[in-house]
Structure formats: structure tokens, C-alpha cells
């Protein structure tokens, strides 16, 4: 037994050892890898400014926010002795409509943003999170949820979302805030700046109520791709009652990107009930759809069928027990990332960024890819909840993160938090259920009170 031990003890070192030098021999052949892999791509593509230009590192500029509260609310001796007040955190001032300093999260009209606003000063095509976006006709642009085709063929962006502007009221004492359905808006955009309205291209039903698009339903978060074999145009959305017991998802199908879309039908995906979804077309122009599922716990996703009109028998759990809702994906580099929000109604909470390397999964969990504003802001996606990524024209590894800072008291009023995302850098944290070094490069979303693209607007860098 004991020499046996003895035996064991030079083995173990050894051992040790030798695992050692293979790991730093590892990081250093991917470290070769990763410097080779960016010059190649920088040689290939050499239109694209690659994170470190120092226009891509203006977007990375960490940005402060610091919000002074308001000072409490007079109130009575007697009032504060019946029942003392803690003060209200910001999140409680973001959600009350009567706060002080709504202002900071809901500027007014007087600062909107937008083509029809630019007096030749430098607003022109600048971002302005929060604001009020403006379409080419000065109306606030109403495409919330929304998500952003590319099309090809007319060479232009078209952004689809929620048309919600109705009056937001609750259908019965615990519903949630709701406005009924409208439809699905449509912008076109050549710099995903100038948005011109296309109008309601899938419109609600105003008498039959035993339709999904009847005006006392639900839906949500609206999503195009195109299908080059079919040449149709496919709209996946969320459709409900009002009760969000229903948990479906809908399809719809045109053969312009400006509708106007024939709606199908609903379905419970693969047998089960869906609320937030999206769906991502990959390369190889396989599709997936993308729900949460059972109640909300856990993420599912599986491919669409060729037509893009129904999901195939194929599904994979991810993310399981782990509540998230409100899904984006998107692709760089071959990995797949996506980002998620956690489940509070329309109030905000914290985003976590997710990789994998396919895309049915094992999904890893990086962590919350918000950067700057301050810890409020990081840990309620910039008073946000992510609803589409697309590529950022002309910046290597650059994406814009499109997310909807929700206003609960007059939901039509909800703001667009539109923020450069860059995938790129080590990790900051370890990754869950890892044994090794971290495989994934850091997704962030840089907080800016304003920017603009690099590339001024277009697909092209000037
Ligand atoms: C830019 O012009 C708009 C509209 O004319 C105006 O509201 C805004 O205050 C101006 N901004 C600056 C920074 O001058
Ligand atoms: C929603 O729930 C309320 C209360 O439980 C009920 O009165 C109402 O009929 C439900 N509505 C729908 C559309 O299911």
C-alpha cells in the first residue's frame, strides 16, 4: 500500500506538469491562431475597419452617466409617522410616471431626433438613445419589438415592429399593460438612420374574434427573412390573448419586404407554448426559431423547414431553469452569440450575453455585455430589452444592439435604445461549466448618450 503511494506521487507531478506546459503551449498556439485569423480577415476584407481603428474605438469610448434623484416628495409628519418611506431606487423613478425625473428616461418632443428634424447642425445621423426617433415625415417612428431586414435586392433595410399607437390600458384588474393590435409597421432605410414609413403591413382584424390578429390579441416582436428559393418574404411573431395563455407563435408571408403580408397561422412550436421569440437565418440559409418556453424556464430553438413556414421536428432545450426571455442571435466569426433579458414584465433588468459554437447549443453564459452608463444602467440593459442585433456596416466584429426602453404608462411612447455592440477581447469573468480557458471573445454594448455609424450611414465605408 504504501509503496504504492510512493509510487503514485512522481506519476502525479509528472503528470501535473506535463498538463501545464500543454496548456501554455495551447494558449499559445490559439493566441498565434487568433493574431493569423485577424490579419487574414483584415487581408480579405480590407474595406472593413477592424475593433482597434480609432473610429471603431470611439464606439468603445466608456461613457459615465450619473443621475442625481430627485429630493423626496413633501409629505406630512402624520403620513411619515403612519407608514416612514424609503427612499425610491431609480429603477422605482424609471417605472412612476409622475417622477420627477422622467425626463431623463422619456426626454419630451422638443429633443427628438430624426431627417425631418436636421437643421444642418450635427444631429444628422446621429443616434440619440431615448429620444424620440422621427421618420422622414416627423412622426415618432412606431416599430417596437421590432427587427431589421437586409434586403438585397432593393439594396435597403427595411425595420418591422409593433404599430403601437393605440392607448395603453389594462384589459381587466391583474392583465398586463396592453395596446391592441394595430399591426406590424414597416420603415425603409438606405443608412439605418433615414427611416421612411412604409405603412402597416400586416394589419389586425377588426370584427372576427376567433382571429389571432383580432384587436384584443396579442403581437409581439415581429421578424422577417427573406427566402431566396421561394423568393418570399416570412414574418414570425408572437401571438397571444390578452391573458398570455395562448403562447404561440404566428407566420405571415409577402412578396415585397413592404407587404402587405398574408397571415397564416399560429402555432405551438414543437408541441409547446412560446412567448418571447426570434428567429435567425444562418449562412447556409437554414433558419431557426427561437422561443421561450415552458412558462418562460428554459429556451428552445430548431430549425424552419426549407419554406421557412413551419419549424421541423427538431428541438433542443438551452438554458435551461434559467429564465430568459426577449432572445436576439447573431453570428461572428462562426460563433453564435446571443442575448438575452431576464423575465420582470416590462420593467428592465439585467442582459446576459450567451455563445455557442453551433448553434443548437451547448449554450455557455458570458455574462452581462453592458459597458458603461453605471451600475443602474448596466443592470437594466441601459433601462432596455434587447429585440434585434445587426451588423454594424463597414466595422469588423461591429454590430448595433436595437433594444426597447418600454414606457408601461403609455406603451406607444416606448423608445428606441439603438447602442454599437463589438464582439471582441477576453472575457471578463469566468465562464460557467468550464473547465478550460475561455473559448469566446467579450460582446459588449457600449453606452452612448450619442454616436454615430463610422461609416456616416450605407453598407459602404466612405
Ligand atoms: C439641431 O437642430 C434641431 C432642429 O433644428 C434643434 O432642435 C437642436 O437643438 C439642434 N441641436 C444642436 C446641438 O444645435
Ligand atoms: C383573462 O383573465 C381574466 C381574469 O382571470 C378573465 O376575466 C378574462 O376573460 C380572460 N381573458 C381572456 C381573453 O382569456
Known sequence: MLKNKQNKKPTTLLCLVSTLVGFAFTIHLIMLYRRNYTVDNLEVSPELLPTHHPVVCELERVEEENIRMPPPRKRSPRAIKRKPKRPNTIVEEFLDENSQIRHLFFPDMKSSFGPSKDGGNDTMHQFFPGKIWLDTEGNPIQAHGGGILYDEMSKSYYWYGEYKDGVTYRSHKKGAARVDIIGVGCYSSKDLWTW??????????ETDETHDLHKSNVLERPKVIYNSATDKYVMWMHIDDANYTKASVG???SDNPTGPFD???SKSPHGFDSRDMTIFKDDDNTAYLIYSSEENRVMHIGPLTEDYLNVK?????????QHREAPVVFKHQNVYYMITSGCTGWAPNEALAHAAESIMGPWETLGNPCVG?????????FFAQGTCVVALPGVHGGFIFMADRWNVADLRDSRYVWLPLIVGGPVDRPIEASFG??????????WHRQWRLPSGGGKEIE
Do not use: D
Not at 421612411?196 to 382584424?205: C, P, S, T
Not at 480557458?437 to 457600449?446: I, L, Q
Open 263 to 265: 397571415y397564416l397561422y
Open 437 to 446: 480557458f475561455p473559448m469566446w471573445s467579450r460582446v459588449s454594448v457600449y
Open 313 to 321: 421536428p427538431v428541438m433542443k432545450r438551452i438554458m435551461v431553469g
Open 373 to 381: 452608463g453605471n451600475k443602474v444602467f448596466r443592470s437594466t440593459t
Open 251 to 253: 407566420v405571415a408571408i
Open 196 to 205: 421612411k414609413n412604409e405603412g402597416v403591413v400586416l394589419a389586425a382584424e
